[in-house]
Nanobody, 117 residues
């Protein structure tokens, strides 16, 4: 199994920035991709960004392209999400995700991001 712990959420004004971090432990050698998902009140969890753990290639939701940047540190087993130019519609609980080659998913407990207008 892989254990994930997020940090870095909070309250920010429209146009502000936040940086989320996720620390992975356990069977980290099995990680194939890691990513961020979010869930707003009354909505389903949605994809935000992913990164291939070895290759470093990234993928973003259209709604965050150009504003969010996902990065990882393989040596430290950490995943970051730099969020710039935040909008009220970015308000959600953000979840860190890891997936192995067998498509098994692991999730963190989530961290709240609130963007005030």
């Amino acid at each position: 199994q892989v254990q994930l712990v997020e940090s870095g959420g909070g309250l920010v004004q429209t146009g502000g920035s936040l940086r989320l971090s996720c620390a992975a432990s356990g069977r980290t050698l099995s990680i194939y991709t890691m990513g961020w998902f979010r869930q707003a009140p009354g909505k389903e969890r949605e994809f935000v960004a992913t990164i291939r753990w070895s290759a470093g290639s990234t993928n973003y939701a259209d709604s965050v392209k150009g504003r969010f940047t996902i990065s990882r540190d393989n040596a430290k087993n950490t995943l970051d999400l730099q969020m710039n130019n935040l909008k009220p519609e970015d308000t959600a609980v953000y979840y860190c995700n890891s997936r192995n080659s067998r498509l098994q998913d692991y999730w963190g407990q989530g961290t709240q991001v609130t963007v005030s207008s």
